[in-house]
């Protein structure tokens, strides 16, 4: 099972970057997939999250209306699209698998992670 997450780099205050997460998870469409972050000397937060078969998202409050999580499950693949991006939403970003059926909240919900992927926001 590997998760590879990429797409992150430099944006500037109030643009836009789209995450991808590629997976060669055998059973893609069984898993809820969700996006996590962390900064230095903070814990991994919760960003968003989708259900199996997409019926469900949720968000962290400091990213609904800005961010927008999708998935394609015949391709293995999971997006997150960030807009409105502010300085606070740099960090880096993980991807993360779950074979429960439910979008968890907390980095122990989830059973792979993929390497990270560097999101910086400048000003």
């Known amino acids: 099972v590997q998760l590879q997450a990429f797409g992150g780099g430099l944006v500037q205050v109030g643009g836009s970057l789209r995450l991808s997460c590629a997976a060669s998870?055998?059973?893609?469409?069984?898993?809820?997939m969700a996006w996590f972050r962390q900064t230095p000397g903070k814990e991994r937060e919760f960003v968003a999250g989708?259900?199996?078969?997409?019926?469900?998202?949720d968000y962290a409050d400091s990213v609904k209306g800005r961010f927008t999580i999708a998935r394609d499950n015949a391709k293995k693949m999971v997006y997150l699209q960030m807009n409105s991006m502010s300085p606070e939403d740099a960090a880096v970003y993980y991807c993360?698998?779950?074979?429960?059926?439910?979008?968890?909240?907390?980095?122990?919900?989830?059973?792979?992670w993929g390497q990270g992927t560097l999101v910086t926001v400048s000003s």
């Open positions: 989708i259900s199996r078969a997409s019926m469900n998202t």
């Open positions: 993360a698998a779950s074979r429960s059926a439910l979008i968890g909240l907390k980095d122990d919900a989830y059973h792979y």
């Open positions: 998870l055998i059973t893609f469409s069984t898993h809820v």
